[in-house]
Structures are given as structure tokens and as C-alpha cells.
């Protein structure tokens, strides 16, 4: 084995250079792109308070040991956070909207359909809604009444369903 000349040395350093450099590009571009997705911002909890860290798709807030409390969700997930964690108010905001796609259209009625006449699936209940969200006119029970209002509500832009929280 012969010993490298000089020349030989600084072209296998340039090259070893070459490839950390374009190595640390790709990390930073991986965890740039990475950080764009969900950003989570550095406070302090002092005395109460919330932190909270958001995506386009996910929305999270915590509190430390108090007893202000807070929740977090999604249109399928619903998450209640803190120390000492409380019931929530009534939320019936996803009412009417049976497959969570965030309005109400020719497949929630379909949903409802096999529901109420075929025994399928019954509709989700929101844990902190009192119904579920296939009682379009909130009589607790799924009947021909609610399919007919979530066709009127798909196709024709009729009123949306009932609130649950203030028929109750």
C-alpha cells in the first residue's frame, strides 16, 4: 500500500467535505419539511395556563396541574386535557355529519339509510353530545323524519339538523 500524495489527500478531503455537506442538507431539508407539518412552540406553564400545538389536521392543548382545563380534536377524535380533567358542556357540533367528513352530504345519508332501515351501523355518538348524530330532529330515535331532513340537508341546503344541546 503506498502512501497518498498530497494532491491525493486534498481530493478525498474535498470529496469527504463534499458529502457531509450534501448529507447535512438533506437533514435539514428532511426536518424542515418535518417541521412544517405540526409546530410546537416552546412556553412556560407558570401559574396556569395552556399550551397548545397545532397541524392542518390536529389541534392539542394541555394544561400542568390546575384545574382550567382544556380540550382538543378533531372532527372524530375528541380529547379533554389537564391535571384534574372536568366534563365538558354539551358539544353536538358534529351533529348530522354520521361519517365526519366535515358537512353533510350524500353519504351521511346513506349512513343513516342502512342505520334506520337495515339495521346497519347506528350512527357515531360524540361523548359529550346527549344524541346521536343521526337524530336529525332529535326525538331520540331514528326514523323515516330524520332521513327525509338529511336529504333536504344534502341536496337541497335545508336548515341544518336540530342542536341537541338546546333541545334537551
Given at each position: ?53 397545532k397541524s392542518?389536521?390536529?389541534h ?5 396541574g ?100 338546546t333541545?334537551?
Amino acid at each position: 500500500m503506498s502512501a497518498w500524495t498530497e494532491r491525493e489527500r486534498s481530493r478525498r478531503f474535498i470529496g469527504v467535505a463534499v458529502l457531509l455537506l450534501i448529507l447535512l442538507a438533506l437533514i435539514g431539508f428532511h426536518a424542515l419539511a418535518a417541521s412544517s407539518a405540526i409546530q410546537v412552540k416552546r412556553q412556560t406553564v407558570s401559574s396556569g395556563g395552556t399550551v397548545s400545538a397545532k397541524s392542518s389536521t390536529r389541534h392539542v392543548s394541555g394544561t400542568l396541574g390546575q384545574v382550567a382545563t382544556g380540550r382538543a380534536g378533531s372532527s372524530a377524535v375528541d380529547l379533554g386535557a389537564g391535571f384534574w380533567y372536568t366534563t365538558p358542556a354539551c358539544d353536538c357540533r358534529h351533529h348530522g355529519d354520521l361519517n365526519a367528513s366535515g358537512y353533510i352530504d350524500v353519504f351521511d345519508v346513506v349512513l343513516l339509510i342502512d342505520a334506520t332501515f337495515r339495521n346497519g351501523t347506528p350512527p357515531v355518538q360524540d361523548p359529550f353530545c346527549p344524541d346521536n348524530r343521526g337524530d336529525f330532529n332529535c326525538d331520540g330515535t331514528l326514523t323515516v323524519n330524520d332521513v327525509v331532513w338529511a336529504v333536504n340537508v344534502a341536496f337541497r341546503n335545508s336548515d341544518v339538523p336540530c342542536d341537541p344541546c338546546t333541545t334537551q
